[in-house]
């Protein structure tokens, strides 16, 4: 069955400080990927996706991902982060042959300003 | 504001009960997908509609049970409720099926926090 990993499970900054979390995924066909956000008591909003093309994707408030087939990662970025980035980050496939959205177990993110 | 629904807000209720969540997908969305958020086990997939047929199912319960509507509102019920369904009950809805080329992204609604006491 297909997974996605998150490795880092709380990850703590400070302000300016440049963010890098972890998504692989295991599945060896055609993926689209997604990156949501939640922050604190609200509902999931879609930070970036990938279907096709440039792997390198921007997303908005400044994220964006790198997909790199050959290592089945998915990996957000953010050169700068600021304390209203502080919520829950979870990384999400889905595949050309089935009908599921496969979710990580999410990083949580506190940025201390 | 994603356009996604969801009714109630809250929901605290005993074990043994029975509680029926609703959806209310975007409009022009076809697809309706509920998922469990729960501390321990993170977001899981339970199940899927597209246009009133059931097209997926991941880790959902005998106890619990979904249909979408014509209207293309869902319902998701949950029966003899254990303490351990308590949870956030999230749906999401697309516009069409997951795993065509194009495949479209969710948007999940604001979810149903369900108590179990």
């Known amino acids: 069955a297909q997974s996605v990993s998150q490795h880092n499970h709380h990850v703590i900054l400070s302000e300016a400080a440049s963010l890098e979390l972890g998504c692989n995924y295991s599945?060896?066909?055609?993926?689209?990927l997604f990156w949501y956000v939640q922050y604190p008591g609200q509902h999931l909003q879609l930070l970036l996706k990938?279907?096709?093309?440039?792997?390198l994707v921007k997303g908005i408030k400044g994220f964006e991902a790198e997909f790199i087939k050959s290592k089945f990662s998915f990996n957000l970025r953010k050169p700068s982060v600021q304390w209203s980035d502080t919520a829950e980050y979870f990384c999400?496939?889905?595949?050309?042959?089935?009908?599921?959205?496969?979710f990580g177990t999410g990083t949580s993110l506190t940025v201390i300003p | 504001d994603s356009g996604v629904t969801q009714t109630p807000k809250h929901l605290i209720t005993a074990t043994g009960q029975r509680v029926t969540l609703r959806c209310s997908p975007r409009?022009?969305?076809?697809?309706v997908y509920w998922y469990q958020q729960s501390l321990d086990q993170g977001l899981q997939f339970l199940i899927q509609?597209?246009?009133?047929?059931?097209?997926a199912k991941g880790n959902i319960l005998e106890r619990f049970s979904a249909q979408q509507f014509p209207d293309l509102h869902s319902e998701l019920n949950l029966s003899s409720l254990e303490l351990g369904d308590s949870a956030l009950y999230f749906c999401?809805?697309?516009?069409?099926?997951?795993?065509?080329?194009?495949?479209?992204?969710?948007?999940f609604g604001p979810g149903t926090r369900l108590t179990v006491t």
């Open positions: 409009s022009g969305d076809l697809s």
């Open positions: 509609y597209y246009n009133g047929e059931e097209r």
């Open positions: 999400a496939v889905n595949t050309n042959t089935g009908n599921q959205f496969y």
């Open positions: 990938y279907f096709s093309g440039d792997p």
């Open positions: 999401a809805s697309s516009v069409g099926i997951a795993g065509r080329r194009n495949s479209y992204e969710q948007y």
């Open positions: 599945y060896g066909g055609t993926v689209n």
